[in-house]
């Protein structure tokens, strides 16, 4: 199985902060990388397919990029409702398979 | 709007069986492969199992495989999960994923999600 690490594990920041959060996966997985947002009480979200593309609806302020096996996703002016919990997935082959999670705090 | 609805958790038994529904709606479900996510409370997320738009193909996490079932109806707009052997590793809130994009392959990317139903496997 292609393990996915994420990093930070926590993130402590303040709103209009620039946040980058890691993802490594364990073998070449090309583009096929997914950014999910995850809050308590509410279905998560798909942010970014394919490491870079932006779902439609989602703010301008979330980006992606990478390939191969490294990859960010960054938040560039941290929004109060974007406190959440981030998940990479890496969707190249089965059984799909998501980072730990790294979660954004104040 | 896709709206995808997860029922059918509760607290049960290690050893018993539980069957989870969710109910899809907002979108032309037939073309759409569909799949199961769990998340084990307070921690990460884990794909259980995926089925193609007309079922040919279906696929299981190896810590399911031969416990758990997934099937669809597509004239119900549905699919299904039933769960046998239910261990306590199995307890997590069980998320619907409808893929993201249409087609009869596994895209691998879960497009939109449901609220989710909790299941608790305690003895």
């Known amino acids: 199985d292609v393990q996915m690490t994420q990093s930070p594990s926590t993130l402590s920041a303040s709103i209009g902060d620039r946040v980058t959060i890691t993802c490594r996966a364990s073998e070449s997985i090309s583009i096929w990388l997914a950014w999910y947002q995850v809050k308590p009480g509410k279905a998560p979200k798909l942010l970014i397919h394919k490491a870079s593309n932006l779902e439609s609806e989602v703010p301008s302020r979330f980006s992606g990029s990478g390939s191969g096996r490294e990859f960010t996703l960054t938040i560039s002016s941290l929004q109060p409702d974007d406190f959440a919990t981030y998940f990479c997935q890496q969707s190249n082959v089965s059984p799909w398979t998501f980072g730990q999670g790294t979660q954004v705090e104040v | 709007e896709v709206q995808l609805e997860e029922s059918g958790g509760g607290l049960i038994h290690p050893g018993w069986s539980l069957r989870l529904s969710c109910v899809a709606s907002?979108?032309?479900?037939?073309?759409?492969?569909m799949y199961w996510v769990r998340q084990i409370p307070g921690k990460g997320l884990q794909w259980v199992s995926g089925?193609?738009?007309?079922?040919?193909?279906?696929e299981y996490a190896a810590s399911v495989r031969g416990r758990f079932i997934i099937s669809r109806d597509n004239s119900m707009n549905s699919i299904y999960l039933q769960m046998n052997d239910l261990r306590a590793d199995d307890t997590a809130r069980y998320y619907c994923?409808?893929?993201?994009?249409?087609?009869?392959?596994?895209?691998?990317?879960?497009?939109?999600w449901g609220l989710g139903t909790l299941v608790t496997v305690s003895s």
């Open positions: 994923s409808k893929g993201r994009n249409p087609g009869d392959l596994f895209g691998g990317v879960f497009g939109s």
């Open positions: 907002g979108f032309n479900f037939g073309d759409f492969a």
């Open positions: 089925i193609t738009s007309n079922a040919d193909t279906i």
